[in-house]
């Protein structure tokens, strides 16, 4: 991937530019959670989207895209804006660098990448992290905070590509580190770094590649379950529940209500326990509540699928230490911790069993856990 970039960058824009990445990223545990004031778990992996990038002289960007093989040129006012979507993501960093006060200037740039599209590993946070981080570096001596590059990406979703989305995305892509990953308080926005060098593990993600069409709005729906019950129990948020607090209210609410409430005050335990786990290097416990985690997605939460709640049944009889639905749910991927003798038996057995029942074979990428946003 390098050195095609090198060569489109040459080809189209003369003398070499400086190389950035910035990573996709998992989420080990936690999901749900967001938006309820929680705790996600998340990591940047070895699935980057790389940029080489050049100041022109100019007030112009100029960009193509190796993956699309398209190019876009658009100027750096609000005005401005590309047609192409796929553009959008940088002109609205560079706007969003603006409005804080940063510097952008005219640059050529190629880019690439080798996260996977659809599989749930925000390849649109790593565009704008990659992005963003150059930006900064490039135009700016560094002085945008690593938290602000994050919301700068989170803006650019919201203000230019149309998507609401929290700030996980963008911050394991940013602040990822090798060997590492990070518990973020989805409130307070404080986080810590918790070791995850997997000796005699593999982690995995069997992606089902069925994404089922919803004819209403699940996730408002779900969200506006979790506000209906912090508000009735007098809190911000379900950060703030515990299970005694909602069986207390059980007769005020609906039984939809309750599950959705049950689902994620048990996520909330649920990362604190692999946070704990980790430090003591106990993986088996680390798979259990991924388990649990999917149980409560599927049963309480009702986000599964049926795809899905197969590739958890055939890890499970596969032995496999730990599997759960990774996303919002009705489709993608499960992310699964796997021994390593374990694994060739287990990906075989998941594409034969899977491709005899549903028509196809799962997609299988194998990540690690790894560094975020950085100049190469």
Known sequence: ??????QQFSERFGAAGTLYASAGRINLIGEHTDYNGGFVFPGAIDKVIMAEIKPNGTDKVRVFSIDIDDYAE????????????????????????????????????????????GAGLSSSAALESCFAFAMNDMFNDNKIDKFELAKIGQSTEHNYCGVNCGIMDQFASVFGKKDHLMRLDCRSLEYEYFPFKLDGYKLVLVDSKVKHELVDSPYN?????????????GIETLRDA?????????????EEDYKRAKYVIEEKQRVLDVCDALQRGDYDTVGDRMYKTHEGMSKLYEVSCEELDYLNDI?????????????????????????????????????????AKYGHEPQVYEVIVSDGARRC
């Open 1 to 6: 991937m390098t050195e095609k970039i090198k």
């Open 315 to 355: 890890a499970k009889e596969c032995g496999v230490t730990g599997s759960r639905i990774m996303g919002g749910g009705f489709g993608g991927c499960t992310i699964n911790l796997v021994k390593d003798e374990l694994y060739d038996h287990f990906i075989a057995t998941a594409k034969e069993k899977f491709n």
């Open 242 to 254: 515990e299970i005694a607090d909602l069986d207390r209210i059980k007769d005020q609410i609906s």
């Open 221 to 233: 729906k779900r969200r506006a379950s979790c506000e209906h019950v912090a508000k009735t129990l």
């Open 74 to 117: 658009f100027g750096l006012n609000e005005e401005d804006a590309p047609s192409q979507q796929w553009a959008r993501y940088i002109f609205g960093v560079c706007r969003e660098v603006i409005k804080r006060g940063g510097v952008v200037k005219g640059f050529d740039a190629v880019f690439a990448g080798n996260v996977p599209l």
